[in-house]
């Protein structure tokens, strides 16, 4: 399989606490990308990373990317009960993207 | 919201019938995607049109059935489902011609929610 892998598959944390989501694939990228899905809605594109870059920030968001080890992460700081969803990982190659089976955040109040 | 509608949201269907997804998108984008996403699975890419054609179809039976009418529109048709079909079915579009939409981010609908009796 060439998808990508997410770990942990699910995570549980109170607010105001970080959450860590990792991000394994196969193949060569051009870039990787992360997205949020509420439940049952359609997906939300967080950040994009490209091959030649090692992090990236957006607000509360960190992404690394580290192309020697195939992987990425994800840092969300300060979560919010808001920030419940699915994490998707998805890369890119040369001409779809495919994505991982996502890590389920759940944040406590 | 996105820029990109889907409609309808829920549809429910016996394995006889015949029903038509629709997705349109107002972000003036070039490419769209049909992906299937199942309980416990990765999101499935079905169909990829770039500039009015497809130039992606992974291997997806013959019961769905594409057509972009336009850069704007984007039609999943329906025929003869199976009840392993029910799905979320997501529409996305973004920038970027043949080759070139992976390098970009993706907007998604909200999807449909399939059953198939």
């Known amino acids: 399989s060439q998808q990508g892998e997410e770990d942990p598959q699910a995570l549980s944390i109170q607010e105001g606490e970080n959450a860590t989501m990792n991000c394994s694939y196969k193949?060569?990228?051009?870039?990787l990308q992360w997205y949020r899905q509420n439940s049952g809605r359609g997906l939300v594109h967080l950040i994009l990373?490209?091959?030649?870059?090692r992090e990236k920030h957006s607000g509360r968001l960190r992404v690394t990317l580290d192309t020697s080890k195939k992987s990425s992460s994800l840092l969300i700081t300060a979560s919010r009960a808001a920030d419940t969803a699915s994490y998707f990982c998805a890369y890119s190659g040369y001409s779809t993207l495919t994505f991982g089976k996502g890590t389920m955040l759940l944040v406590s109040p | 919201e996105t820029g990109v509608t889907q409609t309808p949201r829920h549809l429910v269907m016996g394995m006889t019938n015949k029903k038509s997804l629709k997705c349109e998108q107002h972000l003036g984008h070039n490419a769209m995607y049909w992906y299937k996403q199942s309980a416990k699975k990765p999101l499935e890419l079905m169909f990829v049109y770039s500039l009015e054609e497809r130039v992606e179809n992974n291997s997806v039976p013959s019961r769905f059935s594409p057509e972009c009418p336009n850069s704007s529109h984007l039609f999943l048709h329906l025929h003869t489902l199976q009840p392993e079909d029910s799905a979320l079915y997501l529409c996305a579009s973004s920038q970027g011609g043949a080759g070139l939409a992976a390098y970009n981010e993706q907007f998604f609908g909200p999807g449909t929610r399939l059953t198939v009796l």
């Open positions: 990373i490209r091959s030649n870059e």
């Open positions: 193949t060569s990228i051009n870039n």
